[in-house]
């Protein structure tokens, strides 16, 4: 059995769909449902049970976790950067993480969990995932530092090197769509582009970058569950690492990519940040992934333009959008 916690969600629900390609349908899926969409992202997909995050804290408090299990993947956390109740974050985010890191240790159960690109905050130290920048990263929100607490507790107490720890840069593909206005770029910007014609983007408040020229490192979500049932089945693969692509696209690139998948004159506007985001946001972000090189990985990640044109093409302009 392959636990994922968080599965209901956007990369959970993309891992799920990915360990079904595998042939893996014994999967426990935690998540927290509510009156939320995410319901629609298991309508296709195969897993032999639901399990809600609160019994399985509870069973996780109790060491009372199912036998027989192959792996967990602990994507189970929330991930809004604008969220600001800090002591939810702290328990959702940072003890949950750590309860479960520990049990699935006692136990010898391979952990794989999801960390982030904003623990690196304004990126002025790079985004190499080397430990020895650890404690001297400054995420710039709540949701980021929370993330970053989970690794600096792996690396206190020595664990790191029985834990996986992915930090994800930014992903977007199919099943983010009950997101909000959490989705990614690319998924706002198709439907503003299908209601208006023109895309809106940020203008930039950095000196010497011009507007729609910040660059992030977009990865596309297939190409991450992909990587991580790779990762599942190499167990002797651990660390803080990076997932990224490696290569930086501007926003005015992401968008071209786009107006180009639509087979649509690419039209811009440039529009002011709001006050609130100007001092928590990345405006440049790029994956150093060295790490990944000597391990000889099958899977590859798709540029934007490829990826966009998959997403775009056979998932948002269809009726059926999900995995």
């Known amino acids: 059995m392959y636990i994922v916690t ?18 893996i349908n014994d999967i426990l899926i935690v998540d927290n449902l509510g009156r939320s969409e995410k319901w629609q992202n298991l309508v296709k997909l195969s897993y032999s049970d639901y399990m809600s995050r609160e019994k399985f804290y509870e069973l996780i408090s109790q060491d009372k976790l ?7 993947v602990h994507l189970g956390a929330c ?6 109740d800090s002591s939810f974050l702290m328990e959702n985010n940072f003890h949950y993480s750590r309860d479960l890191c520990r049990v699935a240790i006692q ?22 995932d080397d430990l020895a920048l650890l404690s001297k990263l400054r995420p710039l929100n709540m949701y980021g530092y929370s993330k970053h607490l989970l690794d600096l507790w792996l690396v206190r107490e020595k664990l790191e090197k029985q834990v996986l720890t992915l930090k994800f840069f930014n992903v977007y593909g199919p099943n983010e769509y009950h997101k909000g206005n959490m989705r990614s770029v690319v998924a706002k910007a198709y439907d503003q582009i299908r209601q208006t014609g023109v895309l809106e983007l940020f203008e930039s408040t ?7 020229e910040q660059k992030r490192d977009f990865v596309y979500v297939k190409d991450c569950v992909k990587f991580m ?3 599942l089945e190499h167990k002797e693969i651990n660390g803080i690492h990076n997932v990224g692509t490696g290569t930086a696209a501007s926003f005015n690139t992401l968008a071209a990519s786009i107006f180009k998948a639509l087979d649509l004159q690419c039209k811009i506007k440039y529009i002011p940040m709001p006050k609130e985001l100007v001092a928590k946001y990345q405006s440049y972000t790029c994956a150093d992934m060295r790490w990944l090189a000597p391990l000889k990985c099958p899977v590859h990640f798709r540029d934007v333009e490829m990826g966009v044109q998959d997403y775009v093409q056979n998932y948002l302009a269809q009726a059926d959008p999900y995995l």
């Open 79 to 84: 991930s809004s950067t604008t969220e600001v």
């Open 66 to 72: 199912p036998k027989n299990i192959e792996g967990i």
């Open 6 to 23: 968080g599965g209901a969600g956007f990369i959970g629900s993309a891992l799920v769909w990915a360990l079904n390609q595998h042939g």
């Open 107 to 128: 136990h010898g159960i391979r952990i794989i969990i999801a960390s982030s690109a904003a623990t690196y905050g304004d990126g002025s130290l790079g985004f190499s």
């Open 206 to 212: 950095v000196a010497g970058v011009a507007h729609g």
């Open 229 to 231: 049932v790779w990762l």
